[in-house]
């Protein structure tokens, strides 16, 4: 498929996709799938960041991020993020230094003074930011290691870098998560040394549920539980950049407008129900 026909499908995905009824026309229809696929294209490209913002529209959708995930959505995503540092001017180099861009992103060209003039990782950090409050998806980050890019993002990154705000809050999901595994193996530890009374009836078996675990909704399941929402440390980005909402949740107002393969596409995304 030609680049421009590729480009204006993304754009068209990402318009639909800023409607609870849009994004499930999209799911239903295997259209998340070959987006994902085409973040191969990388952070330079404009075929891949249009559809990182389709993806970062999508992800409003609690089926649509689980649907994201199974597609290898995670760590396609966390790509773009990972070429993107790697493309940054850093004096030091550090562990995302020239000599570790080829093996993140083919060129060693460092073109970027800070990952948010990346596109491609801006709607990326966007989109796994909305996604990161399931538990499938912090264990994917975990396994793809989130942990060390987003902290090179924070260490190079500009001052009100989009990016860099994500990758903060991204963290702070992260943290939360592994603090509550923590206590959940703790409390699987002391009651594996325990004796169960033979007169504990199921009922009372099940009820020793570890505090602050949130029961399954109906029709739910432990993959999609929603963990506790931390509070960023990092001030939000500056008027005029992309961001998801006030409260760091995507909501249907929070979405980005695809942005023209023509004259003016270099403006930045604007934010729907804002100026």
């Not at 204006?8 to 026309?25: K, L, Y």
């Not at 030091?92 to 491609?120: F, M």
């Amino acid at each position: 498929m030609r680049r421009d026909v590729r480009l204006a499908s993304c754009n068209a995905i990402a318009a639909v996709s800023m409607v609870q009824e849009g994004r499930d026309a999209v799911r239903s229809s295997g259209g998340l799938r070959p987006l994902v696929m085409l973040l191969a294209e990388g952070s330079r490209s404009t075929v891949a960041a249009a559809a990182a913002a389709a993806l970062m529209n999508c992800s409003a959708c609690d089926t649509c991020k689980e649907a994201i995930a199974d597609c290898r959505g995670v760590p396609m995503l966390l790509g773009l993020i990972r070429e993107a540092v790697a493309r940054c001017n850093s004096a030091g180099g550090g562990a995302y230094g020239s000599g570790d861009a080829a093996r993140n992103g083919g060129s060693a060209t460092q073109d970027l003074h800070t990952p948010g003039g990346c596109k491609a990782a801006v709607y990326a950090a966007g989109a796994l930011m909305n996604m990161g409050g399931v538990i499938t998806v912090q264990e994917l980050l975990m396994a793809a290691g989130a942990v060390q890019v987003l902290e090179a993002v924070i260490r190079v990154a500009g001052p009100g870098d989009v990016v860099a705000t994500r990758a903060n809050f991204m963290l702070s999901w992260l943290a939360v998560a592994s603090s509550a595994a923590a206590g959940t193996l703790d409390r699987r530890s002391e009651k594996s040394d325990s004796v169960i009374s033979p007169s504990a009836t199921p009922r009372s078996v099940a009820s020793t549920r570890p505090s602050g675990q949130q029961s399954l909704r109906q029709g739910g399941s432990i993959n999609s539980q929603q963990q506790p929402q931390p509070q960023p440390s990092v001030p939000t980005p500056a008027l005029g950049q992309p961001q998801l909402s006030s409260q760091h949740r995507i909501t249907s107002q929070s979405m980005v407008k695809p942005e023209s393969s023509g004259a003016g596409a270099g403006k930045p995304a604007v934010v729907a129900g804002h100026a």
